[in-house]
T-cell receptor
Framework: SAVISQKPSRDICQRGTSLTIQCQVD?????MFWYRQQPGQSLTLIAT?????????ESGFVIDKFPISRPNLTFSTLTVSNMSPEDSSIYLC??????????FGSGTRLTVV | GEDVEQSLFLSVREGDSSVINCTYT??????LYWYKQEPGAGLQLLTY?????DMKQDQRLTVLLNKKDKHLSLRIADTQTGDSAIYFC????????????FGTGTKLQVIP
């Protein structure tokens, strides 16, 4: 299965600033997914990123707040913009393995102070 | 929309069996998954089952599916301290490229 490298693994950021999270996959994949896991909660899909097209955002998430880049088939970034303490979460990228489900990165633990 | 529910917490003694339960609402669910999340880590796919199956066994793991009741369970035999983690049930309507909905997660605590 694919191996995903995600960085940074954690960060503490000041409110009002932005953080860009990177996700590198060891094989070419068509679709990459970005999730948010708020403290003590399940995973919520933020957006789906396809190479060569704009990301598709889920209800409640907008491009201005969470811009995504997908420059090639092995890499994607998610930016959390103008951060507030409510953005403190774990952010995970994921790729599909076909019917066998999804592979996840190790996550970025973000704390906004 | 789709909804997946799990109990929040389960505590078992080492060597006993653990049973983690999950219910879902989407009658069109085709694939059902169990993921494991250890502290500070991402999610690891443990196993999955197609909706036309009622049981799948993989070493210490047994998945049971009652499609009529929309109930999924994960049984871990001979539970070890290394099994302590949060376990997420998830469902999708199709493999791979379909949206996956995750449950709330069950924290399994294994007591030595």
């Amino acid at each position: 299965s694919a191996v995903i490298s995600q960085k940074p693994s954690r960060d503490i950021c000041q409110r009002g600033t932005s953080l860009t999270i990177q996700c590198q996959v060891d094989s070419q994949v068509t679709m990459m997914f970005w999730y948010r896991q708020q403290p003590g909660q399940s995973l919520t899909l933020i957006a789906t990123a396809n190479q060569g097209s704009e990301a598709t955002y889920e209800s409640g998430f907008v491009i201005d707040k969470f811009p995504i880049s997908r420059p090639n088939l092995t890499f994607s970034t998610l930016t959390v913009s103008n951060m507030s303490p409510e953005d403190s979460s774990i952010y995970l990228c994921s790729v599909t393995q076909g019917a066998e489900g999804y592979t996840f990165g190790s996550g970025t633990r973000l704390t906004v102070v | 929309g789709e909804d997946v529910e799990q109990s929040l917490f389960l505590s078992v003694r080492e060597g006993d069996s653990s049973v983690i339960n999950c219910t879902y609402t989407d009658s069109s669910s085709t694939y059902l998954y169990w993921y494991k999340q250890e502290p500070g880590a991402g999610l690891q796919l443990l196993t999955y089952i197609f909706s036309n199956m009622d049981m799948k066994q993989d070493q210490r793991l047994t998945v049971l599916l009652n499609k009529k009741d929309k109930h999924l369970s994960l049984r871990i035999a001979d539970t070890q301290t290394g099994d302590s983690a949060i376990y997420f049930c998830a469902e999708s309507r199709g493999g791979g490229y379909q949206k996956v909905t995750f449950g709330t997660g069950t924290k399994l605590q294994v007591i030595p």
